[in-house]
């Protein structure tokens, strides 16, 4: 392990004073990425945290002399994670020359929406944080080669990782499902469900809601009704909140469990002592951050003030995968994609403060998950882990 790493640092060295002896003229060359993601809107506070993780390594990359001697730089796009306005975003991408590759988006749903103009125009994105399965199939040209990739786990994989959780950890049987109408609610809804059943739980209820919804007392009541002993709430943290508070309302006072967009500060803030016993996955954990993450998370907390949250991280390291892919194959569409493509094994793979980052024919990668549950007004490491 440490041979590979010396042997990627000396190339990285290399080709960064390659580009020094380049010239001033070369050094005041950009090479751009684009990060499309929500900026404005009710998922606002998601995007922050991916610019965050964003910032924090593009500036480390050009405090080193950048990428062949020319700096790296962000072109941030606010797509409000609406599929509509990731379409027009995407076209903006596609037909810039000087943007060769993308760490996006953040939303499932919008990163489908771009998904057709990448493939078609041939442009690598990485997303830190859109985790429905259909993006494994839908990422692939005519000749089967996929052109997004992500370093983040499937829906599929964590939606059965939660409902293997309620059972072997916390013990509860009776379970209701209350689920986001759109492509990351579903998808995760559908992975709880299949493993639920497996595992012989009794989904009690099952009702959907639409995001920016405000009242959800008529769903809870009915929910109430079947008496469940936790609430499986797949969504995100702005509706997770409102729904949070309204059950403790009406006195429906369980567990409740969430996937990773329930992972952010606001959750606790928004939801206050009706978030209490929340259980929710997430692909990072401060707490179990090994020893080359720890320069990182200092770093984070110094710049931001602020503990460093798992969507940050991931889209701190997929900023490094991009970065490298250029340095190493050049500032080429094409190249950059071949060069993801080939991070196929633990092996060949990045390592980052995440992990070790590979992809499989599908783009997609795997990494354990860890559990988090809200105590006394904040996120905690669950008292039990099941990796």
Known sequence: MFGRKLTRSTLFAAALALGLAAGPAAAADTIKIAVPSPFTGSAAGYGENVKAGVMLKLEEINAAGGINGKKLEAVYLDEQCEPREAATVSSSIVNDPDIVGIVGHLCSSAHLA???????EGIAAITPTATNITISSKSKDDAGKAWSFRNVYRDDFQGKFLADYTDKVLGLKKVAVFYENNDYGIGLKDAFIKEAKTLGLTIVGEEAYKKGDQDYTPQLTKIKGAAPEAMFIAGYYPEGALIADQSKKIGLNIPKMGADGFDNADYVKLGGAAVENTYLTAPFL????????KKFIDAFKAKYNRDVDW???????????????????????????????GLSSPEKGYKGVTGVNYFDANGDCLKPAY???????????APKQMN
């Open 286 to 293: 401060v707490e179990t951050a090994g020893a080359d993450a």
């Open 311 to 341: 969507m940050s991280a991931n889209a701190y390291d997929a900023t490094g995968i991009m970065a490298e892919a250029i340095a190493k194959a050049g500032a080429d569409r094409t190249k950059i994609r071949d060069y993801l493509a």
């Open 371 to 381: 559990v988090k549950v809200v105590k006394d007004g904040k996120f905690v490491p």
């Open 114 to 120: 771009g998904l057709p103009a990448y493939v078609r």
